[in-house]
């Protein structure tokens, strides 16, 4: 791409990343096709927020359009019964119900909220990444079962036989915190296994043993919409300010100077055979601008989140030099490893895992930097 194109707004690179897997992909054909699955939440996540900042509504009924492909007329879905996972693209349920009226939208998000009194769970309530994973919590399930609950209680109540859907989503977070939390660097390792049956354990602690890019990734994204959906006057917001300025004072710590970007193990970026990855650089970018806006940083997150926008736009530009948008350098998904797993696993081109983290971090990029 040419330096003109390089340097246009956030708001219209969220709508070339959209644009470009729209013309891709129908909805319902979106990898994996024809599947209730995170990977299409994340992506259409990203999406809804452009299409609130934008007011276009060809991104409301593309995300229809995956949803109703999947979502019966009496509200029935299906989903995977043992996983966190599964709970994700329920975030799309929200928006679909308070704009449409249609009463199956707040049916299957009823239906969502069930998988959480079947779900496996620690000694101390935490739940289970997937039943194939036993006793593990990751961080990843911070936001892809956490902050449906909050976006629940929200928009239909906190209560009802599920007990306090706020409370359980705290609970969550603090039991990652208590387990996972590393107070040298202030990073989080990405799981923690309960069992310590898991050959990445450690006896000691039960952590796996390395930082891990996107997981801490996941966990700021679930941390600012905490902050976002939380009363105002909750008790746990303080902790929770505290805990957010904490880690994105760590992740600027840990920021390359070179490109502005973020290894796929944070905190190695000496490693030769390490790289840096774009679906977690995203991901941070838009943490450090949401905690901004949010008054919990300052200008020092400020001036990282413009240089890491900076930097995925270069490489991005970079790739798209024949003029068809292209994101590069995104980790596909990973269980938790040793440092070996991680920095050998697969790159693809366009992933939804990044595609979405990277319309995320333009939307909230847009008013915060000067083309």
Same mark, same amino acid.
């Given at each position: 791409m040419n330096a003109a194109i390089a340097q246009r707004a956030p708001i219209e690179w969220a709508k070339a990343a959209c644009e470009a897997l729209m013309a891709a992909c129908e909805p319902s054909e979106l990898p994996p096709a024809r599947r209730w699955h995170y990977h299409q939440g994340v992506f259409l996540c990203g999406m809804e927020r452009l299409a609130e900042a934008a007011g276009d509504r060809r991104y409301d009924e593309?995300?229809?359009?995956?949803?109703?492909?999947?979502?019966?007329?009496?509200? $029935?879905?299906?989903?995977?019964?043992?996983?966190l996972d599964a709970i994700q693209a329920g975030l799309l349920l929200f928006r679909l119900h308070k704009r449409t009226g249609d009463a199956r939208y707040r049916i299957a998000a009823d239906r969502l909220k069930g998988l959480y009194r079947t779900l496996n769970r620690t000694s101390e309530g935490g739940f289970w990444h997937k039943d194939k994973y036993p006793y593990q919590m990751w961080l990843d399930g911070l936001y892809m079962g956490g902050v449906f609950a909050l976006k629940y209680a929200d928009a239909y109540g906190n209560g009802g036989e599920d007990g306090g859907l706020r409370e359980m989503?705290?609970?969550?977070? %603090?039991?990652?915190?208590?387990?996972?939390?590393?107070?040298?660097?202030?990073?989080?390792?990405?799981?923690?296994?309960?069992?310590?049956?898991?050959?990445?354990?450690?006896?000691?602690?039960?952590?796996?043993?390395?930082?891990?890019?996107?997981?801490?990734?996941?966990?700021?994204?679930?941390?600012?919409h905490f902050l976002d959906l939380l009363p105002d006057g909750a008790p746990a917001?303080?902790?929770?300010?505290?805990?957010?300025?904490?880690?994105?004072?760590?992740?600027?710590?840990?920021?390359?100077?070179?490109?502005?970007?973020?290894?796929?193990?944070?905190?190695?970026?000496?490693?030769?055979? $390490?790289?840096?990855?774009?679906?977690?650089?995203?991901?941070?970018?838009?943490?450090?601008?949401?905690?901004?806006?949010?008054?919990?940083?300052?200008?020092?997150?400020?001036?990282?989140?413009?240089?890491?926008?900076?930097?995925?736009?270069?490489?991005?530009? %970079?790739?798209?030099?024949?003029?068809?948008?292209s994101m590069p350098n995104i980790c596909i998904g990973t269980s938790a490893g040793d440092y070996e797993n991680y920095v050998t696993r697969p790159t693809s081109r366009n992933d939804l895992h990044g595609v979405g983290a990277f319309v995320m971090a333009c939307v909230e990029m847009n008013d915060l930097i000067s083309v």
């Amino acid at each position: 791409m040419n330096a003109a194109i390089a340097q246009r707004a956030p708001i219209e690179w969220a709508k070339a990343a959209c644009e470009a897997l729209m013309a891709a992909c129908e909805p319902s054909e979106l990898p994996p096709a024809r599947r209730w699955h995170y990977h299409q939440g994340v992506f259409l996540c990203g999406m809804e927020r452009l299409a609130e900042a934008a007011g276009d509504r060809r991104y409301d009924e593309y995300i229809q359009g995956y949803v109703d492909g999947l979502v019966d007329e009496r509200g $029935n879905l299906l989903f995977a019964r043992d996983e966190l996972d599964a709970i994700q693209a329920g975030l799309l349920l929200f928006r679909l119900h308070k704009r449409t009226g249609d009463a199956r939208y707040r049916i299957a998000a009823d239906r969502l909220k069930g998988l959480y009194r079947t779900l496996n769970r620690t000694s101390e309530g935490g739940f289970w990444h997937k039943d194939k994973y036993p006793y593990q919590m990751w961080l990843d399930g911070l936001y892809m079962g956490g902050v449906f609950a909050l976006k629940y209680a929200d928009a239909y109540g906190n209560g009802g036989e599920d007990g306090g859907l706020r409370e359980m989503a705290l609970l969550q977070e %603090r039991l990652m915190r208590k387990h996972m939390r590393d107070e040298r660097s202030g990073l989080l390792y990405h799981a923690w296994d309960e069992s310590r049956r898991m050959p990445w354990a450690d006896p000691e602690t039960g952590c796996s043993p390395e930082f891990w890019g996107r997981s801490i990734g996941w966990y700021a994204l679930a941390l600012a919409h905490f902050l976002d959906l939380l009363p105002d006057g909750a008790p746990a917001r303080p902790e929770l300010e505290e805990t957010q300025r904490s880690l994105l004072r760590a992740l600027v710590r840990f920021q390359d100077p070179g490109s502005g970007l973020w290894y796929q193990v944070v905190d190695k970026g000496d490693r030769p055979d $390490n790289w840096l990855e774009t679906s977690c650089s995203s991901l941070f970018v838009y943490a450090l601008a949401r905690g901004v806006k949010q008054g919990i940083v300052g200008y020092e997150c400020l001036t990282a989140a413009r240089i890491g926008y900076r930097g995925l736009v270069t490489v991005i530009a %970079r790739a798209s030099a024949d003029g068809e948008f292209s994101m590069p350098n995104i980790c596909i998904g990973t269980s938790a490893g040793d440092y070996e797993n991680y920095v050998t696993r697969p790159t693809s081109r366009n992933d939804l895992h990044g595609v979405g983290a990277f319309v995320m971090a333009c939307v909230e990029m847009n008013d915060l930097i000067s083309v």
